[in-house]
């Protein structure tokens, strides 16, 4: 198995303390060595965008973000555990289309409100019920009575 290191993973452990960075360290390094270590305790993170996202246990509070495959290993982020997981959540990792480089993409979402026009229906006037009887003239035939035309 592959085992790497991305530069956002560099960059998030630089901004831990002394202690957490060590803990973060040693947790990479038995990473590294077997990844299959009864000690490591894997998380799949349910709500990220990219499905292969897991996360390793450094401590209590500290969380390692890896991409997880079965040929490679990526260390992505280390932060606490609220902070790594909303990371996660906002990023996936996909191919570059011209230089074919991993790369890692935050994605954003946008909330905009859409207008949708109403329509109202107009209300005719209503007429009398005598009006209302015939819509065509009446015509007086033979017989004398009125009676509506047909057709």
Partial sequence: MTFLIADTFTDSLARLTGDEQK?????AFDLQMNPSAPGLSFHKLDKAKDK???SVRVNADVRLIVH???????????????????????????THPTTGAAQIIELRESVREIVVPTYVRRQCRRRKRSQNRWLVPRRTYS?????????
């Fill in 23 to 27: 803990a973060a360290k040693t947790t």
């Fill in 52 to 54: 292969r996202f897991w």
């Fill in 68 to 94: 997880k495959t079965d040929a490679s290993l990526l260390l992505c982020y280390v932060d606490h555990h609220d902070r790594a997981y909303a990371w996660a959540e906002r990023r996936k990792l996909e």
């Fill in 143 to 151: 017989s004398g009575t009125a009676s509506r035309p047909n057709g």
